[in-house]
């Protein structure tokens, strides 16, 4: 695992920490970094679960046993924010109240301020969708009808033009970068973090090979790109996972945003 450091002008000064793709691996490596690095906020964007369906009829942050104290761990550091990943679109209400239970607060097409700094959370279209089709229905979760996941998934938009009027410096976090165009780019927000592509999981010569929602060679699966009023980040993640298809000179990776006089 690495660390990355990007430094950014911004009217205020903070060290914020960007982290992806747990996929409810173990966290210790990435805690470590975290405590040398002591950033000021911890920026989770999206992907703690692993997989879709619940093995068992519990909950699936119960079932799935790294991911609530990771996210514990990471609230006993620094004020800690989450937002919803397309692996995360099966968490029920009574995951989501599990989750805010470890201090991490959740981020679900909504923002909060910090310090002059307004964060917001965009859910994946995944789980917009999701819960468009569990609507009415009394099961925890549905029937394992995957028919609903063959349909493309659209994020919901219209709060962030509420999110673009508060004042401070914008921090969305999104976790498809795939998102930056067209919604995101022309914004009036200041940086978005994102995650999902795990790096392109192969690089070759530095070029991120794949990423899921941008197919071969994807304009934005790893890095720092830049839009007409901010930029975006996206980090490599935590994990190792992407089914069958290995990990190659891409390592894991918790990123961190040093705001303040930078380029």
């Known amino acids: 695992m690495k660390d990355t450091i990007y430094t950014l002008r911004a009217p205020v000064r903070m060290n914020v920490a960007l982290l992806s793709d747990l996929h409810n691996r ?31 009829a519990g909950l699936i942050l119960r079932d ?23 692996h995360d679109c099966l968490l029920s209400e009574d995951d989501l109240r599990l989750l805010t239970q470890t201090g991490a607060q959740l981020l679900d097409d909504g923002w909060r301020a910090l310090n002059g700094v307004v964060i917001g959370g965009l859910s994946s279209g995944r789980v917009a969708q999701y819960r ?6 009394r099961e925890r979760y549905p029937e394992r009808d995957r028919s609903w996941f063959k349909v493309p998934a659209k994020p919901k938009l219209d709060w962030l033009d509420g999110f673009e009027r508060q004042a401070g410096y914008r921090i969305l976090l999104s976790h498809n970068p795939e998102y930056w165009r067209p919604w995101l780019s022309e914004r009036r927000i200041d940086l978005v973090l994102s995650g999902h592509t795990h790096g392109g999981q192969i690089r070759l010569f530095g070029r991120p090979l794949y990423a899921p929602g941008q197919g071969f060679l994807p304009k934005y699966a790893w890095g720092l790109y830049r839009g007409a009023y901010g930029c975006m980040a996206v980090g490599a993640g935590l994990s190792n996972t992407a089914g069958f298809i290995p990990r190659l000179f891409n390592p894991r990776e918790v990123v961190y945003l040093r705001l303040g006089d930078g380029d």
């Open 64 to 86: 799935q046993k790294h991911i609530l104290p990771f996210l514990t761990a990471c609230a006993g550091l620094a004020p800690t924010f989450v937002s919803l990943g397309n």
């Open 26 to 56: 173990p966290f210790q490596e990435a805690l470590r970094s975290l405590n040398a690095h002591r950033p000021d906020v911890i920026c989770f964007a999206g992907d703690l679960v692993e997989g879709y369906m619940p093995r068992r």
């Open 132 to 137: 468009d089709f569990r609507a009415g229905k």
